[in-house]
């Protein structure tokens, strides 16, 4: 190999690839010290909260470590403030390379089904705030919108999207579904409590669908370079919503016609890539 590239993962045996003499570098997409916060931000309960902080204990150590080790790529100017505030890891050590959207794969395929809204990823983790996506969820299934729910969710979650009539839950899908229940919805959103970048933000505006989201870390970034008008608050359900019944009743087609030109621009795949290639070559020759 002419580099290694450790993609987020943690643990001190990592440390001993700077004995092989290659180019080392370490990614990390979200500090593990921002998990944390956004679990313990969630939980209320006293023994819970203990559980979290010694469940990352030692992850924030060992990322710590590796972080002062190795240069540091990430994905977000957030991340990176982050990654220097919690680890002093010292901003030259620090590289910025955004994650990169083909917008000649994800763009619009299908024709928008009217009053329908879409919430994509993994809600597992409490960084995800599947707690503010059910309160969402209520509230628009009250006012009979159509949810379509895509993704993993927690296992008490399941028992209360069963009760809710307008939700459709698709699980994990493929790419091409994925494409085309993105291009159906009218507005997609993001309820995180911390996003190092937030790929599906960018997916979804692709196919020509506005997505709101909570002024968190890369999330906010993100957005803001495409609509700003999409943040909300962080955890503000209230101005989520009312972004949301805008959207569904008067939704802004000459802007929604401009995001993609806008991501090509600023996250475009042959724009990051070469930028990616350009950072290897330059860690390889500093090695």
């Known amino acids: 190999f002419d ?15 700077k004995n092989l003499g290659l180019p080392v570098t370490y990614g990390i997409y ?16 006293p023994f819970s909260r203990i559980v979290w902080r010694l469940k990352y204990l030692l992850i924030i150590r060992a990322q710590k470590m590796l972080a002062g080790t190795f240069p540091v790529l990430t994905d977000s100017r957030a991340a990176a403030d982050k990654i220097f505030a919690d680890y002093g ?20 395929s299908a024709a928008k089904e009217p009053n329908a809204v879409i ?40 028992k209360k999207l069963a009760a809710l009539k307008n939700v459709r839950r698709f699980g994990a899908v493929s790419r091409a579904d994925l494409i ?3 291009s159906r919805a009218q507005v997609n959103i993001s309820t995180s409590r911390y996003e190092g970048f937030g790929l599906s933000i960018l997916e979804a505006m692709a196919c020509g669908t506005p997505t709101l989201a909570f002024a968190v ?11 700003p ?14 972004k949301i019944y805008t959207i569904l009743v008067n939704p802004d087609q000459q802007k929604i016609a401009r995001y993609a030109e806008k991501i090509e621009e600023h996250y475009g795949l042959q724009k990051i890539s070469k930028k990616l290639e350009d950072y290897y070559y330059a860690i390889t020759r500093a090695n």
């Not at 979200?30 to 309960?45: I, Q, S, V």
């Not at 599947?130 to 009250?142: N, S, T």
């Not at 008008?229 to 009312?242: K, Q, V, Y």
């Open 180 to 182: 085309t229940l993105y």
């Open 229 to 242: 008008t999409l943040l909300a608050a962080p955890g503000d359900i209230d101005e989520m919503l009312r």
């Open 119 to 158: 919430a994509v990823g993994s809600f597992i983790h409490p960084r995800k705030g599947f707690d503010y996506l059910l309160k969402i969820y209520k509230d628009l299934d009250k006012h009979g919108v159509k949810i379509l729910d895509v993704g993993r969710r927690p296992g008490y979650g399941l």
């Open 30 to 45: 979200h500090p593990a010290t921002a998990d944390l916060e956004a679990a313990l931000d969630f939980e209320r309960n």
């Open 217 to 227: 870390g890369g999330a906010k970034e993100v957005v803001e370079s495409i609509d």
């Open 3 to 17: 580099i290694i590239h450790i993609n987020q993962v943690v643990g001190a045996p990592l440390l001993g690839l």
């Open 89 to 108: 890891v010292p901003k030259k050590n620090i590289s910025v390379i955004y994650n990169a959207i083909d917008t000649a794969i994800f763009k619009p």
